[in-house]
């Protein structure tokens, strides 16, 4: 996915998604969302873990849940954010008991909440020539962006399958780059300093969660420590 973003070809997102076509096939568990460590197609086991607790390396639902945004962020496909939703529903429950347990997945779970953040860089004829603008952006941390890099020829074979490329054009033959969040862009620049400036615009903070509803009130009910006869007698 990170080759998809930074290489103008299509094989790296076609790799990217026939690659997740091949873990839904095999490891999905289709009916509560979530992936499974072992293959549907593999030997019979009388349990099948679906682990969240990540060790040396990162647990395999975390990695898939961050892949499934991404390909959502790149593509447009819906479908990807949802699954990686379902995913995020069916371990609640235990990451919320023991979250230190599962810092991958927590991160996955800032990626989906946090706002998207879509870089697009269109060179006149190469990528070399949008280097400064990669400099500027390895100074901001982003962790969550997509960037995608694309020459003015190629930018016409990518945009129907790389939505966020719509409309994107290298202005009086510069680069030109666009900062978007949630698909909403900037106004497009060919200024380094603009572009900096730019990026380092604040992310707005979640959403608060709604307000807890007030318990309803009987109001045939006494104040508290009057009983009811005494009540009555009122």
């Not at 070809?9 to 999905?28: N, P, S, T, V, Y």
């Not at 235990?94 to 996955?108: D, F, I, K, N």
């Not at 969550?144 to 890099?149: G, L």
């Not at 966020?164 to 862009?185: D, E, F, P």
Request: glycine letters at 6%.
């Amino acid at each position: 996915l990170l080759s998809t973003q930074l290489s103008p070809k299509l094989g790296w997102l076609d790799a990217a998604i026939e690659l997740q076509a091949a873990l839904d096939r095999r490891f999905l568990d289709r009916e509560h969302g979530g992936y499974w460590m072992g293959p549907s197609d593999g030997e019979t086991l009388w349990v099948r873990a679906k682990p969240i607790a990540d060790g040396a390396e990162p647990t395999g639902n975390a990695v898939s849940a961050s892949n499934l945004l991404r390909l959502h962020q790149l593509t447009g496909d819906a479908a990807y954010r949802e699954r990686a939703e379902q995913l995020f529903a069916v371990f609640a429950d235990a990451v919320t008991r023991l979250p230190w347990g599962s810092p991958a997945l927590l991160e996955a779970v800032d990626q989906a909440f946090e706002e998207s953040r879509e870089i697009v860089l269109i060179t006149p004829s190469g990528r070399d020539q949008a280097e400064p603008f990669f400099r500027e952006l390895a100074r901001v941390d982003l962790p969550h962006r997509i960037v995608v890099v694309a020459t003015e020829t190629d930018r016409a074979k990518l945009e129907p399958r790389i939505p966020v490329l719509s409309g994107k054009r290298a202005r009086g033959g510069k680069v030109t780059a666009y900062v978007c969040m949630n698909q909403v862009c900037e106004l497009p620049t060919t200024e380094l300093a603009t572009f900096a400036r730019q990026l380092r615009h604040p992310v707005r903070p979640y959403p608060a969660p709604p307000a807890a509803a007030e318990p309803a009130v009987d109001s045939a009910l006494p104040p508290v420590g009057i009983h009811r006869d005494q009540a009555a007698s009122h």
